[in-house]
């Protein structure tokens, strides 16, 4: 499985942005994807998932209530929608997927699959 992330960019405070991650490959074996993100000094934490099944999510407490996470199996893709971006929010962001488990497992060692990183900025 290949993941491809785009979609980041630079930002105000209190709008909007939309990552996109398409996956190539083997790509049925895919059962949860996921985004991670990392600033700088900081280790990558999780973001949010979705089932490739079910469609169910997850998300970390930092983003709950403003980023939204959804899939598009025909495309196999999956997107992120920030929005109230924070400066905080400022990362590389990265997807991420894994053949087995739910979006409850948000350890990064569950996941199989990588994509490059995509960078969002956000400026105050």
């Known amino acids: 499985v290949q993941l491809q992330a785009s979609g980041g960019g630079l930002a105000q405070a209190g709008g909007s942005l939309r990552l996109s991650c398409a996956a190539a490959?083997?790509?049925?074996?895919?059962?949860?994807l996921a985004w991670f993100r990392q600033a700088p000094g900081n280790e990558r934490e999780f973001v949010a998932a979705?089932?490739?099944?079910?469609?169910?999510?997850n998300f970390a407490d930092s983003v709950r209530g403003r980023f939204a996470i959804s899939r598009d199996n025909a495309k196999d893709t999956v997107y992120l929608q920030l929005n109230n971006l924070k400066p905080e929010d400022t990362a590389v962001y990265y997807c991420a997927s894994k053949n087995t488990g739910t979006v409850s497992g948000t350890l990064q060692n569950y996941f199989h699959h990588w994509g490059q990183g995509t960078q969002v900025t956000v400026s105050s």
């Open positions: 979705i089932s490739r099944g079910d469609g169910s999510t």
């Open positions: 490959g083997r790509t049925y074996l895919i059962n949860v």
